[in-house]
């Protein structure tokens, strides 16, 4: 990006931009980086909320298939008892 600025740069310098248009140009890039950069903050807090979320819905997933192998577990006894 730095880079691509740098060129717009020296594209309007070679043109003999007045320093008025340099200025706005200057303004636009960076208001473009403030937004990008906005854009994927957002993209990054929402990747950690999803991650977020999944974990805790494979916790709740290994809670349920522990309670599924105790109650198997005490039925299997259960039986065997009665054996």
Sequence with gaps: ???DMQKIIETLQ???AD???LNDVMVMLLNNQIETAKSTKRA?????Q?????????Q???????DFVVMLAEKITKLEAKL
């Excluded at 990054?44 to 950690?48: G, I, N, P, S």
């Excluded at 709740?60 to 522990?66: E, F, G, P, S």
């Design 44 to 48: 990054l807090l929402t990747a950690r």
């Design 14 to 16: 070679k043109h003999e």
């Design 60 to 66: 709740q997933q290994i809670d349920i298939i522990r």
């Design 50 to 58: 999803l991650i977020e979320n999944n974990d805790e819905t494979t």
């Design 19 to 21: 320093s008025d248009l």
């Design 1 to 3: 990006m730095e880079r």
